[in-house]
């Protein structure tokens, strides 16, 4: 969070931090990064950083608020008419995730490390998973899935969000480019979809 009484000029200078250190945790890992590498890459001394941020944890805790509120704006409700705009809607979940990818990647251990990030990351993970279950009832709801059982509809959510959770370290793994294996990833959920699609008439 910025300080209470942040000037213009202030509030551009901790902008130009979080980016600096978005970029470097994307590109050397959020482990290997510390505020002093983030003021050298900037060209400012250390205490220019912590003024803004204290610490790492800090710069962890802002940029991880940053994604949550990209993924909020991805409407993963209801309001999803059919299976393409359901694509379509993680599509970008997952472009936002290869954006914030250093800090994706190092979920496992930011959590175990920052337990408010834990606490925060349990009660958003519940709400990504209410809003997979809405998006399959919207789609029951407008014919275009069978009604699904509740074991039917967990499978499904459990499917969807292990693969929104983990399709980047797997592809990571394997030597992918993780644009170019998006549409791998979006076929998978299709597929899972398409086993309970409604069967056309005639």
């Known amino acids: 969070m910025p300080k209470a009484g942040i000037t213009v000029k202030g509030e551009a200078k901790r902008e130009k931090i979080l980016r600096k250190a ?6 050397y890992g959020v482990e290997r990064i510390g505020t002093r590498e983030v003021a050298r890459a900037l060209k400012m001394r250390a205490g220019h ?15 991880g608020l940053e994604l949550r509120a990209l993924n909020d704006g991805v409407q993963l409700d209801a309001t999803v008419a059919s299976v393409d705009e359901l694509i379509v809607r993680f599509e970008q979940v997952m472009r936002n ?8 990647l190092s979920m496992a251990r930011i959590l175990s490390a920052l337990a408010q990030t834990r606490a925060e990351y349990q009660s958003i993970q519940e709400g990504r998973l209410l809003g997979i279950r809405a998006c399959l009832q919207g789609l029951v709801a407008n014919g275009l899935l069978v009604p699904l059982t509740r074991v039917q509809q967990e499978f499904l959510v459990s499917c969807i969000s292990l693969i929104s959770r983990g399709w980047m370290v797997e592809s990571l793994a394997g030597g992918y480019d993780l644009e170019e294996r998006i549409p791998h990833y979006l076929g998978l959920i299709r597929g899972l979809l398409w086993t309970y699609s409604m069967p ?3």
């Open 49 to 63: 950083v912590t003024y803004y941020f204290p610490d790492k944890d800090s710069l962890v805790l802002a940029l």
């Open 97 to 104: 995730h290869i954006a914030y990818r250093g800090l994706v």
């Open 22 to 27: 978005l970029h470097l945790f994307n590109k």
């Open 200 to 202: 056309s008439s005639g």
